[in-house]
C-alpha cells in the first residue's frame, strides 16, 4: 500500500522520498517502481521531507514515529491503528504537526476506489496535497483519533467478517461437514460463496498483516468499553496464515 500512495502522489506531481533501510526485496522493488527516491533511512528521510506519510504494518507504527521524533513538519500516521495507539505515536513526534490518517480501500491506481481519511490539525493541507490524486482525501470532524477510530469501526466489520467465515468453515471441515455447509450456504445464502473464497485468497496474501490489526481493533473495543474478545480470536485465525514468501 505505501509504495501505491507514493505512486499516486508521484503521478500527480509531488517528489516523494523513501527509507528503504530494514524493508523487503519486493517493497525495494515496488518502491522503484513506482518512481520514489530512496534516502535509506528515516533519519535521512526527515530532513529532506516536508511531510512523511507513514505507511507500515501496525507494530511498527510507533518505533517508525520514534525514528523520527525531531520532524518538525507534517507527520501524518496512515496506519491501521487504534486511537489510543495513534495517540501515542503522536507523542512521539511532539513537534511535527500531527494528522490521524486512515486507508480505506485496495491500493489507489486509477482512482474512485481507495480513500484515505483525515483528522487533527492539518488535516486540509494534507487533503490539497492529495487532490487531483488517484486516492480521494476525505477530512473527519474531530482530533487526532477520529481517522483511526473510523478504520477500526470499517475493517471490524470488513476483516473480521471474513474471520469469522473461516473460523466457521474451518469447525465445518474439523467435524467432517464442509460439504454441507457449502451446499446450505450455497442454497440459502449463495453469496457466501464467493465471499469465502475471497477471504481465503486474501488471508493466505496478507492475513499475516492483518493480526496486529485485529489485536489493535480488539484495543479499541476494550478502550471504549466494548467487548474485545471476537476481534482477539480473528488475530488468532489470521495468525494461522504464514507471511508469503518473495
Request: net charge negative.
Amino acid at each position: 500500500m505505501g509504495a501505491a500512495v507514493g505512486a499516486a502522489l508521484v503521478r500527480g506531481g509531488v517528489e516523494v522520498v523513501w527509507a528503504s533501510a530494514g524493508r523487503s526485496e519486493a517493497t525495494r522493488a515496488r518502491a522503484d517502481e513506482a518512481g520514489l527516491v530512496d534516502l535509506g533511512t528515516v533519519a535521512a528521510l526527515v530532513e529532506h521531507a516536508h511531510v512523511v506519510v507513514s505507511v507500515c504494518p501496525p507494530h511498527a507504527a510507533f518505533e517508525t514515529a520514534t525514528q523520527a521524533a525531531a520532524f518538525t513538519g507534517i507527520y501524518v500516521d496512515a496506519n491501521a491503528v487504534s486511537p489510543g495507539t495513534v495517540r501515542r505515536v503522536a507523542a512521539a513526534v511532539p513537534h511535527a504537526r500531527f494528522v490521524d490518517g486512515a486507508l480505506i480501500g485496495s491500493p489507489p491506481v486509477n482512482g474512485g476506489g481507495t480513500r484515505i481519511y483525515l483528522s487533527g490539525d492539518g488535516s486540509g493541507l494534507v487533503a490539497e496535497l492529495f487532490a487531483g490524486t488517484a486516492l480521494e482525501a476525505r477530512v473527519v470532524e474531530g482530533g487526532i483519533g477520529s481517522a483511526s477510530a473510523l478504520k477500526m469501526a470499517y475493517a471490524a466489520w470488513t476483516k473480521g467478517a471474513g474471520a469469522l467465515l473461516l473460523t466457521a468453515r474451518e469447525l465445518a471441515r474439523a467435524e467432517g461437514v464442509e460439504d454441507d455447509l457449502l451446499a446450505e450456504w450455497a442454497h440459502s445464502l449463495p453469496q457466501l460463496g464467493d465471499q469465502v473464497v475471497s477471504a481465503e485468497r486474501s488471508a493466505a496474501t496478507k492475513g499475516w498483516r492483518w493480526v496486529g490489526e485485529m489485536d489493535e481493533i480488539a484495543m479499541a473495543m476494550r478502550e471504549t468499553g466494548l467487548p474485545d474478545g471476537f476481534h482477539r480470536a480473528a488475530a488468532q485465525t489470521y495468525a494461522h496464515y504464514p507471511r508469503p514468501r518473495h
